[in-house]
């Protein structure tokens, strides 16, 4: 399994790191056969899984839910656990605990957390603090959705151009070992990945970031999201609805069992 010294030296190296999220058992244990570096148990997990509106939902019990399923799903990938909304915010001490509870009872081998106001700097300082890797989260960070007013690209003007290239020094100062760039301009993400000696995984911010990560759900076509840089690799969607379809109709056409599906004949 990669640890927290391996992701900035293949960045050194000039090795493109790989991340998917996953969220339970099932697509833990395929995404780990694909052979990424790394995986995301993402709060994203409030939309694709559990319906919510956004991921500002998602509470500490969902995320400990979600993460022990994935890691009974692996056997040597490294696990990122994000930080959900409210619980890194509120003070330092329910900050690390917030931050222990992801690592001991959820399996997890690092947390994410969003933001580089100087609040999350010191929420930042004292994970680490703590002997806990951390992960940054710059840009278009979802937890900041009603401050956005929206999924909006950031970094577009001047200011919060040269804003982020700060905070993206200050998380790097403050202890993390990486930095997701979401929704940003690709020069922007460019010039962050090579100011910085800690990788930037990018999903939405161009081609120069050190890596790319992508929603399980989204890869593999079975949400109808359609960001501009997602690239749908299948579309399961279609195929499920088919097979469900199909199954529906033997079923009621009496097709569906026949004798060579009955494992236990009566003798």
Do not use: W
């Amino acid at each position: 399994m990669l640890t927290v010294k391996d992701f900035p030296k293949m960045k050194a190296d000039g090795k493109i790191i790989t991340s998917l999220t996953a969220y339970d058992y099932s697509s833990a244990q395929l995404t780990e056969l694909a052979g990424v570096d790394f995986i995301l148990v993402g709060d994203s997990l409030g939309m694709v899984v559990l319906g919510y509106e956004s991921t500002i939902q998602v509470t500490m019990e969902d995320m400990l839910h979600h993460i022990k399923a994935v890691k009974r799903g692996t056997k040597d990938t490294f696990i990122v656990a994000d930080m959900p909304y409210k619980s890194f915010h509120i003070s330092t001490e329910r900050t690390k605990e917030n931050a222990f509870r992801l690592i001991i009872e959820g399996g997890a081998n690092a947390v994410k957390l969003e933001g580089g106001t100087s609040s999350r700097l010191d929420a930042i300082r004292a994970i680490v603090d703590c002997e806990i890797p951390v992960v940054a989260h710059l840009g278009l960070t979802p937890q900041s959705v009603n401050k956005f007013g929206g999924y909006k690209v950031q970094g577009k003007a001047e200011l919060e151009y040269q804003k982020l290239i700060q905070q993206s020094k200050d998380v790097e100062e403050a202890g993390a070992f990486m930095l997701v760039l979401e929704g940003i301009p690709e020069q922007l993400g460019k010039e962050i990945s090579e100011t910085l000696t800690i990788p930037t995984i990018g999903i939405g911010a161009g081609r120069y970031t050190d890596g790319q990560i992508l929603v399980y759900h989204d890869l593999l076509g079975l949400t109808a999201l359609e960001p501009k840089f997602l690239k749908k690799y299948t579309m399961l969607n279609d195929e499920i609805v088919k097979a469900v379809a199909q199954y529906v109709s033997e079923v009621r056409e009496k097709k569906f069992p026949q004798e060579k599906h009955v494992y236990f004949p009566i003798k």
